[in-house]
């Protein structure tokens, strides 16, 4: 009889997350005879992406993440694993042979996946993939880029030309490749705000992800004083409205690039909630006026429902003027989240900026409010102080307020 050996061992610990207890069960006695020599940690439940740096991070690293019991959680759980490095690998656990939720769990980080009933034959090939990929990967491994999702509150609170400035801020910090991409299906104005054209758009990108490479990519996208912008369609085409997965897009630009600036059309969607899982950062942009704070709640409330996490949320209150509207300290109070950063209100400078289709300049002071943002995201500056409990006005909120 042949002896079988054991997989390549890829890593001294590992961690396996399951809410399931037929998973555990069936998995454990497989890990323990095909794995021996490495320690296996089982968390019960899924943690808090807060928490997963000290769950899974500290060294190499096996995570096998069950994505069967919340798919939408293990998801989301896996795009945070993935951001940890290449040190720490992920085995996607799956009830059936399902080929959408395969190459979503593919996108979305994981390594290689195993099927129920798992069997050693499944486990080695996977095993022998990882060793296979960190071997690769040696030596020429790149941190992926950050992805900022900017998400307007309700529209015209000037989310696209936060987006618009932000790209360009970024090469002020030394990050080489940027990507500006305008993934709003209904009104794209990037195009309008630049002063550029394309015949391709994010469509494009779409319909060709299964043979993306970079020339291709190349002739996609549009190069704008030194960062790549990709276009919305300049036509609302039939079944646009219907697309709900931007992810070959994104997933594509966290490893080509350094920082990815989304311009989003709005939080609502699976479309929209996809980009919000899939960035780093996401950053709701209102006004101080009460019905884009009233759409600010409302924002808030859906992306809870749909578990995009408010330690992502970067709350930025844009045309901010102090004795207009509400201030910072009654708007983080209101909405039970803290103001992260205030853009003045400067028409003219802004106005002077889409006339001639270019960034605002740093010296005016919208664009020294952007180079704070950038700051701020960069972990350049602290952060802002907490805001103070203030009681005026929060009874406009009562009917729909964070509980």
Not at 177 to 198: E, M, N, P, V
Not at 307 to 335: C, F, M, P, Q
Request: glycine letters at 8%.
């Amino acid at each position: 009889m042949q002896h079988r050996e054991s997989p390549q061992p890829v890593a001294r610990r590992a961690v396996v997350i399951s809410p399931s207890a037929r998973v555990l069960e069936e998995l454990e006695p497989l890990l323990v005879s095909q794995l021996p020599g490495i320690a296996i940690n089982y968390v019960r439940v899924y943690p808090s992406p807060r928490d997963l740096g000290g769950i899974v991070g500290g060294g190499p690293q096996l995570v096998f993440l069950d994505m069967a019991s919340d798919t939408d959680q293990a998801i989301q759980l896996l795009i945070e694993i993935s951001r940890l490095g290449s040190s720490v690998q992920t085995l996607a656990l799956l009830s059936g042979n399902n080929p959408d939720l395969i190459l979503r769990c593919l996108r979305a980080g994981a390594a290689d996946f195993l099927i129920q009933p798992f069997t050693a034959d499944q486990l080695e090939a996977a095993m022998t993939k990882v060793a296979r990929t960190q071997t690769s990967a040696e030596g020429t491994a790149k941190e992926p880029a950050k992805i900022f999702a900017v998400m307007p509150a309700k529209g015209a609170c000037g989310a696209t030309t936060v987006a618009c400035n932000l790209a360009f801020q970024w090469k002020r910090h030394g990050d080489k490749k940027i990507l500006l991409a305008d993934l709003d299906l209904l009104a794209g104005t990037l195009s309008f705000l630049l002063k550029i054209k394309s015949v391709y758009s994010f469509v494009d990108v779409l319909q060709r992800a299964g043979e993306l490479d970079q020339d291709l990519w190349n002739a996609m996208v549009t190069n704008v004083n030194g960062v790549d912008v990709l276009l919305a369609p300049e036509l609302v085409a039939e079944g646009l409205q219907d697309l709900r997965d931007p992810s070959p897009i994104i997933e594509y630009g966290r490893h080509a690039y350094d920082v990815v600036v989304i311009d989003a059309g709005g939080v609502y969607g699976e479309w929209n909630l996809t980009q919000a899982r899939l960035a780093t950062d996401l950053l709701l942009v209102t006004t101080n006026e009460l019905p884009a704070l009233q759409a600010a709640q409302r924002a808030l409330s859906y992306l809870d429902t749909n578990r995009i996490g408010r330690w992502k949320i970067r709350l930025v209150v844009n045309r901010y003027h102090r004795d207009v509207g509400l201030s910072r300290e009654v708007i983080g109070t209101a909405l039970h989240t803290e103001v992260f950063d205030s853009l003045p209100s400067d028409y003219e400078a802004v106005q002077n900026a889409l006339m001639e289709g270019k960034p605002i300049p740093s010296g005016t002071p919208f664009g020294k409010g952007i180079m704070q943002l950038a700051d701020k995201l960069g972990g350049r500056a602290e952060g802002i102080k907490k805001s103070s409990s203030l009681s005026g006005l929060l009874g406009l909120f009562s009917k729909t307020s964070k509980t």
